[in-house]
């Protein structure tokens, strides 16, 4: 986790944040992160009330900690920054056991890498140095599912899907075919920007891609 403010070196800063510094670092708190959660999601799915289930997935911030709020009121300093589907499920700070401040996020159907989601990571990468993108799909798309279908959407919505039908291959599930968007948008982050390039090509910043398991709970590196 990491604070505005924060001292440099990768330990704790006066407000008791983590700074994450590197690529592996901020890789390795997302998955302890979602870890965590996934436990906790898979025990809450037995529970019989919502309150059970709520004080369950509680114990997942417990070893966390909040970055103070008037440290947060003069700055941010995400430790890594994230393409996810704006699916009401993928809530990205939910599935990695983040608070405030701690993860930069650009979202809607389908996390495609269209134009302004990556001027707003060139923001993340340029500006708030975060060392991490992490494109984020997830089970049962919903706009895949649209890309793949003959139904008739919007005109916006047509335009959304663009990207996504341009890479659907004949003979693939669901699932592979969110698994290739992922990949797809990965690339289209590399390919849309120079200054993400040239951050990768420096080792300033790595770029991966996940796929979340809305069921377990899990996110598995692609």
Not at 162 to 179: E, M, N, W
Request: hydrophobic share 45%; aromatic share 4%.
């Amino acid at each position: 986790m990491a604070a505005a403010g924060s001292a440099p070196g990768g330990g704790p800063d006066r407000r008791g944040a983590l700074q994450v510094c590197t690529p592996r670092d901020a890789l390795e708190r997302l998955q302890e992160g979602n870890a965590r959660f996934a436990a906790a999601w898979q025990q809450a799915s037995g529970l019989a009330s919502p309150q059970e289930r709520m004080r369950q997935m509680q114990t997942v911030w417990q070893q966390g900690c909040q970055i103070d709020p008037l440290a947060l009121a003069e700055g941010q300093r995400p430790f890594a920054a994230l393409l996810s589907c704006a699916d009401s499920r993928v809530d990205p700070a939910w599935l990695f056991a983040c608070g405030a401040g701690e993860l930069y996020e650009v979202r809607s159907a389908g996390n495609t890498a269209f134009r302004e989601a990556i001027g707003s990571l060139e923001f993340a990468v340029g500006v708030l140095g975060v060392p991490l993108l992490l494109v984020l799909g997830h089970s049962g798309c919903g706009a895949v599912k649209a890309a793949r279908g003959t139904a008739a959407l919007s005109p916006l919505l047509e335009e959304l899907v663009v990207p996504i039908r341009a890479h659907l291959v004949s003979g693939d599930d669901l699932t592979r075919a969110v698994q290739r968007n992922i990949g797809a948008a990965a690339e289209g982050l590399r390919a849309g920007s120079a200054l993400i390039r040239e951050a990768v090509a420096a080792g300033q910043l790595s770029i991966r891609s996940a796929y979340f398991e809305i069921g377990s709970g899990v996110v598995t590196l692609l």
